[in-house]
């Protein structure tokens, strides 16, 4: 790589800080969510030095005040290939698939972020990125309509795909092209207050699914949130109503617990913003709303099976999807299915249910030949929990739903389609799971070879 290139890690740390702006500047709720954030993890810091200190030796601490993700949504496979190409440049890659079909909500999707956990830790930006499948419309005159208006736009400024281009022969993008993108890149997830439809055309669009709308009307796919990550969900949903922010009414994803797991997450209600249209129509639209997250331990794929089935538990013994009525009965089902899953970190280690990096506590006069438990055991390498960098299908159907309506539901056959995404993305989507592997994996061989540097004699891994 040439010398003059800029590190895609430090393109996706610039870009990162220019959607925040921008989204500031569009969204001002974003700053009050932002600074109730703040406090809540100042607090939270301060009420438990354990957890402060587990932070600071995984390096979490450092990257929590920037970490955010983002939520778009394009309409086309050209649209989610280029834009597979756009986040290239940034370090970012497809990770995971997620088919949102069976919670009504007609996209499947992936989410762009880094991959290595270096890179996650000078920059853990990433964007949830969802593709319409317009095949699942029965209507066969709006499907036809709204593909033909998805193919006259073009959601990326020449420029941009100009410098993604120059990347891609190149390997790499010196400083003013690295700038420069950055403000090219930008343009594609503004907000446009005008439509590219007239009002009838929306109306036809949103009574469809208002999600057919909010893709199709528009001239790009606008940012729809930027969530800051918290370090207690439960105090910031408590202190959301007091600051004026109305909540929705359950947090998504696992029961509060000693050792959070997986993402749990909590939103407030999309903003209605004036819209003109075509032929300069007045009218409005919801797309943007606002969200706040906290991260736990990424699960293996036994962890993920036994979450999958608690969770699917607890919803069983509602009827239809968490809401406003059913609030406090779901989290009191959620809380006793979640009873079978085990909350403290050793058992999380011992029985395989969770990734972890392993660090050198400093003890000196390991045995060479010791194995993994005995150097646990005798205090020269502790684990602390891997954080989980992705997504949960049902909570991420439960954010669109509340932002949708409840009302919203539809009905698809379930039927997730990764060949068909990874068609249209023009790649295959990365597995999250052996990427955790690898990140556990590397920090045990740097654990055992510096141990066995320490010993003088060469270590197996
Ligand atoms: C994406 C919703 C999913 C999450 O955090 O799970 C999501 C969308 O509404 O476009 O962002
Ligand atoms: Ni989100």
Same mark, same amino acid.
């Given at each position: 790589?040439?010398?003059?290139?800029?590190?895609?890690?430090?393109?996706?740390?610039?870009?990162?800080?220019?959607?925040?702006?921008?989204?500031?500047?569009?969204?001002?709720?974003?700053?009050?969510?932002?600074?109730?954030?703040?406090?809540?993890?100042?607090?939270?810091?301060?009420?438990?030095?354990?957890?402060?200190?587990?932070?600071?030796?995984?390096?979490?601490?450092?990257?929590?005040?920037?970490?955010?993700?983002?939520?778009?949504?394009?309409?086309?496979?050209?649209?989610?290939?280029?834009?597979?190409?756009?986040?290239?440049?940034?370090?970012?890659?497809?990770?995971?698939?997620?088919?949102?079909?069976?919670?009504?909500?007609?996209?499947?999707?992936?989410?762009?972020?880094?991959?290595?956990?270096?890179?996650?830790?000078?920059?853990?930006?990433?964007?949830?990125?969802?593709?319409?499948?317009?095949?699942?419309?029965?209507?066969?005159?709006?499907?036809?309509?709204?593909?033909?208006?998805?193919?006259?736009?073009?959601?990326?400024?020449?420029?941009?795909?100009?410098?993604?281009?120059?990347?891609?022969?190149?390997?790499?993008?010196?400083?003013?092209?690295?700038?420069?993108?950055?403000?090219?890149?930008?343009?594609?997830?503004?907000?446009?207050?005008?439509?590219?439809?007239?009002?009838?055309?929306?109306?036809?669009?949103?009574?469809?699914?208002?999600?057919?709308?909010?893709?199709?009307?528009?001239?790009?796919?606008?940012?729809?949130?930027?969530?800051?990550?918290?370090?207690?969900?439960?105090?910031?949903?408590?202190?959301?109503?007091?600051?004026?922010?109305?909540?929705?009414?359950?947090?998504?994803?696992?029961?509060?617990?000693?050792?959070?797991?997986?993402?749990?997450?909590?939103?407030?209600?999309?903003?209605?913003?004036?819209?003109?249209?075509?032929?300069?129509?007045?009218?409005?639209?919801?797309?943007?709303?606002?969200?706040?997250?906290?991260?736990?331990?990424?699960?293996?794929?036994?962890?993920?099976?036994?979450?999958?089935?608690?969770?699917?538990?607890?919803?069983?013994?509602?009827?239809?999807?968490?809401?406003?009525?059913?609030?406090?009965?779901?989290?009191?089902?959620?809380?006793?299915?979640?009873?079978?899953?085990?909350?403290?970190?050793?058992?999380?280690?011992?029985?395989?249910?969770?990734?972890?990096?392993?660090?050198?506590?400093?003890?000196?006069?390991?045995?060479?030949?010791?194995?993994?438990?005995?150097?646990?055991?005798?205090?020269?390498?502790?684990?602390?929990?891997?954080?989980?960098?992705?997504?949960?299908?049902?909570?991420?159907?439960?954010?669109?739903?509340?932002?949708?309506?409840?009302? =919203?539901?539809?009905?698809?056959? *379930?039927?997730? &389609?990764? %060949? $068909?995404?990874? +068609? #249209? !993305? /023009? @790649?295959?989507?990365?597995?999250?799971? =052996?990427?955790?592997?690898?990140? *556990?994996?590397? &920090?045990? %061989? $740097?654990?055992? +070879? #510096? !141990? /066995? @540097?320490?010993?003088?004699?060469?270590? =197996?891994?």
């Amino acid at each position: 790589m040439s010398q003059n290139f800029v590190n895609p890690d430090q393109i996706r740390a610039w870009f990162s800080r220019a959607m925040s702006d921008m989204y500031k500047s569009e969204v001002p709720l974003y700053d009050t969510l932002l600074d109730l954030v703040a406090q809540v993890n100042a607090k939270t810091l301060a009420a438990q030095p354990e957890l402060a200190a587990q932070l600071a030796r995984t390096g979490e601490i450092e990257r929590l005040d920037i970490e955010r993700h983002g939520a778009i949504r394009v309409g086309t496979a050209q649209e989610l290939s280029n834009m597979r190409r756009v986040f290239a440049v940034m370090g970012m890659q497809p990770v995971g698939y997620y088919d949102l079909s069976p919670a009504g909500v007609p996209v499947h999707s992936t989410a762009f972020r880094a991959t290595h956990e270096a890179s996650l830790q000078a920059s853990p930006f990433r964007v949830f990125t969802s593709l319409l499948r317009l095949e699942l419309i029965d209507d066969e005159a709006l499907r036809e309509k709204a593909a033909r208006i998805l193919a006259a736009r073009q959601i990326f400024t020449d420029r941009a795909l100009k410098l993604a281009a120059r990347f891609e022969a190149q390997g790499g993008l010196d400083e003013v092209d690295a700038r420069e993108f950055v403000a090219e890149a930008l343009h594609t997830f503004r907000w446009h207050s005008e439509a590219t439809v007239s009002l009838a055309d929306y109306q036809e669009l949103h009574g469809q699914h208002r999600l057919i709308a909010d893709v199709v009307a528009f001239k790009g796919p606008h940012i729809n949130h930027l969530t800051p990550r918290t370090l207690d969900i439960d105090e910031a949903q408590a202190e959301m109503p007091r600051r004026g922010v109305s909540a929705k009414a359950v947090i998504e994803g696992p029961p509060p617990r000693k050792c959070p797991i997986l993402l749990r997450q909590t939103s407030f209600k999309a903003l209605e913003e004036a819209v003109r249209f075509a032929g300069s129509d007045a009218g409005s639209h919801t797309a943007r709303f606002g969200e706040i997250e906290q991260r736990g331990v990424a699960l293996t794929r036994k962890g993920r099976a036994l979450y999958d089935h608690l969770l699917d538990l607890a919803r069983s013994r509602i009827s239809g999807a968490p809401n406003e009525g059913n609030a406090d009965a779901y989290m009191r089902n959620l809380q006793d299915s979640f009873a079978a899953f085990p909350d403290d970190y050793e058992q999380l280690h011992a029985q395989g249910l969770a990734y972890f990096r392993y660090f050198l506590t400093g003890k000196q006069g390991a045995e060479p030949d010791a194995d993994l438990q005995t150097l646990i055991a005798q205090g020269h390498i502790r684990f602390e929990p891997l954080v989980y960098e992705d997504f949960l299908p049902v909570s991420a159907a439960g954010i669109f739903q509340s932002n949708l309506g409840d009302k =919203a539901q539809a009905e698809y056959a *379930q039927n997730a &389609s990764q %060949a $068909a995404f990874e +068609q #249209a !993305l /023009g @790649a295959k989507v990365q597995d999250e799971l =052996a990427l955790y592997q690898d990140t *556990q994996d590397r &920090s045990l %061989a $740097a654990c055992l +070879q #510096a !141990l /066995g @540097a320490q010993a003088g004699s060469p270590v =197996a891994a």
